[in-house]
């Protein structure tokens, strides 16, 4: 598994973004996000890199180099992935 995002929530205010999404992304696989404007792609790719920290779920992304990971808002993660 390369990326793995389980039960991502993240709002803006009142407006919920990604509303409890799941979805993994295989060692070969060929991948697409798509969807309407306003339907959260972009919020999930800058939670995948780090750029945003969801409030609750997981996110997940496997390298090379090792893995980066990021539970809610009560990781001690601090804005910048182990991989920059």
């Avoid at 598994?1 to 409890?20: A, P, Q, R």
């Avoid at 697409?32 to 997981?58: D, H, Q, V, W, Y």
């Amino acid at each position: 598994m390369i990326i793995n995002i389980e039960n991502v929530n993240k709002s803006f205010g009142s407006k919920h973004i990604l509303n409890n999404i799941s979805f993994s992304v295989q060692e070969g696989e060929i991948f697409a996000l798509i969807g309407p404007n306003g339907a959260g792609k972009t919020t999930t790719i800058r939670c995948i890199f780090g750029e945003l920290m969801p409030e609750s779920g997981k996110v997940e992304v496997f390298f090379l180099s090792g893995q980066f990971k990021a539970e809610g808002k009560n990781s001690c993660y601090d804005g910048r992935p182990s991989y920059l």
